[in-house]
């Protein structure tokens, strides 16, 4: 009974998919979850006599849970639209496409958000700033859009997984009982020859594809310099967004700091631009207040005489988030329902039984984390809860708290992003504009961590046990 509501959304999902293709998160996924939460309440209500109170405080209390990430994918929405048309964004692109030969793009582009991610310590900052940057230098080269989001990804999540400034590293580090240090020096143990395996294969798949794109590269050029004011001074905003950020300023004042910086730039470097998105005749300062506000909040299309380039310099805003934010208030009732009903709880305790050894423990922690992923649409719910549950497990059996945290960080973070519906996978393929099932092939450091993490408990590589 308590693996219906799963079956429900599984089914449901399945026909969206077959039916709606890459539309399927535009409402129908919204639909079905809001279906399985029905479900879920309903086996609730007469198979354990739960009023339906419980039940709503339950989904509120989830729903209220995510307005923090729901206001910075707002945030990052308009720095999407500021850091475009202000030309920021442009500039990065215009002077990456002369720098980076198309040879090596891929795993230089994994490895600069890895250094970026890892100093900051977050993956979303990073695909939202610099990786939007490097989708439209490796369009210009002529990678396929799978190739090099798949490389933005592997790079981001690397360095927020192992950044001490990462919130999901602290995360599980903090609810597992471990130091901070101890819990990155021993996920080393997995992540770098993941890291290692995924970068060979960015290295070697750059030099077997015929990506000349010499051509494009030109006409990208001539469309950027055409449009856009193209300066370097304008990468002062993105390094103050550094700055701040190593300061550790809370993300949303750091957003927000960013995009009204973008915003002063733009004014004064593309009024022209500006005023043309307004679409008020003789310019002025209705004019630019329009234009910005347009550009922070709403779509923008810039002709560029580039068709390829119009769609990457088109921007959606604050707008563009709100199907995305949509899905997450649907997958948190559905997370809501589950847990107030007690159902995840029941299938997890089936999943106990089966735990003999170190490997098959480690593989229910990752296989927990994981499930919780797609169930609940949450890396961080998906940590606390796999962690709570597995905690006295470990304990019981003598292992060091390390082996945990590192177990649930990979299979929690570095999956997340590869659920179409997890809020990780809704903001990267919304940010990025490549649909998370294009670009899930190519995250080979996401998908291989968790192998990893089995393999090594497997053959017993640093795994130590308390000394009693």
Sequence with gaps: MSFLPFLVLIVLISCCVAVFGNATL???????????????????????RLTWENLEREISDKISSCAPAI?????????????????????????????????IFLVSSSLLCALVSLMIGSSWTTVATIGVALMGIGKAHGFDDGWIA??????????????????????????????????????????VPTFCISLSVFLIAGFMMNVSGQGNVAEFMGGLEHTFVISPWLL???????????????????????????????????????HQISGESGGGLIASYKGMMQ???????????VPMLNELVHTSGMGGMMPTIWLIICAQTFGGALTATGQ???????????????????????????FCNIALADQYLSIMLASSMFK??????????????????????????????????LTQSTVL????????????????????????????????????
Excluded at 28 to 48: I, N, R, W
Excluded at 152 to 169: E, N, Q, R, V
Excluded at 444 to 458: D, E, G, K, Q, R
């Design 295 to 305: 550009v922070c909040y709403g779509s923008t299309d810039i002709d560029t005489g």
């Design 26 to 48: 535009d409402g129908a996924s919204q639909v079905s979850l809001l279906v399985a939460s029905a479900v879920s309440v309903l086996v609730g209500h007469f198979s354990k």
């Design 392 to 425: 006295d497990s470990y304990l019981k059996r003598g292992y060091e708290s390390r082996l945990l945290s590192r177990s649930c960080e990979d299979g929690a973070t570095v999956t997340s992003v590869l659920v179409p519906w997890n809020t990780c996978g």
């Design 344 to 370: 995840l709880q029941d299938l997890m305790r089936i999943v106990l039984r089966f735990v003999r050894g170190t490997a098959s423990l480690v593989a229910s922690t990752v296989g927990t984390s994981l």
């Design 71 to 103: 206001i910075i994918l707002l945030l990052i929405g308009a720095i999407g639209g500021t850091w475009m048309v202000s030309g920021i964004v442009p500039t990065m692109i215009y002077y990456g496409m002369q720098i980076i030969r198309p040879e």
């Design 236 to 274: 002062i905003v993105p390094v103050l967004t550094g700055v701040m950020i190593a300061r550790r300023w809370p993300s949303m004042v750091v957003l927000f700091l960013a995009i009204f910086l973008a915003a002063i730039v733009g004014l004064i470097v593309q009024p022209a631009l500006i």
């Design 433 to 468: 504009g490549v649909a998370t099932l294009t670009y899930l092939p190519y995250c080979f450091f996401n998908y291989l961590s968790p192998l990893t993490s089995i393999v090594v408990a497997s053959i017993g590589w640093k795994i130590k046990r308390k000394c009693s």
């Design 150 to 191: 798949g490389s933005i990804i592997t790079g981001a999540y690397f360095g927020d997984k192992l950044s001490p400034l990462s919130d999901t590293t602290v995360l599980a580090s903090s609810v597992s009982g471990t130091p901070l240090f101890t819990h990155i020096r021993y996920m080393l143990y997995t992540t």
